[in-house]
């Protein structure tokens, strides 16, 4: 199950963020990086990730100059550490 909440450029995702979400969590960065302000994406509830979820992070972190990531959950962090995106996601981490 997941849970994606929106508030003033505050992204805040719980659950599993995987590929069978995928078009919702891309559909919902798009909204927000289109804002003029900052996006910080909160992902401290994230109890489950794979590579689709980490590819559209990437691309939402290239699209937007004000693109942060705050309170990656562990289980996020192994995920970014075991598939090597490390490099490109913890720019984006504050």
Avoid: C, W
């Amino acid at each position: 199950m997941k849970e994606i909440d929106i508030k003033n450029g505050r992204l805040t995702m719980n659950g599993e963020m995987t590929i069978s979400n995928s078009m919702e969590i891309k559909e919902a960065l798009l909204n927000a990086i289109q804002n003029p302000e900052p996006v910080i994406l909160d992902l401290g509830g994230v109890t489950g990730a794979d590579v689709a979820f980490l590819q559209i992070l990437v691309s939402s972190g290239y699209q937007k100059k004000e693109f942060k990531i705050e309170n990656p959950s562990r289980e996020f962090l192994q995920v970014v550490e075991r598939t090597g995106f490390s490099h490109y996601l913890k720019p984006l981490f504050t």
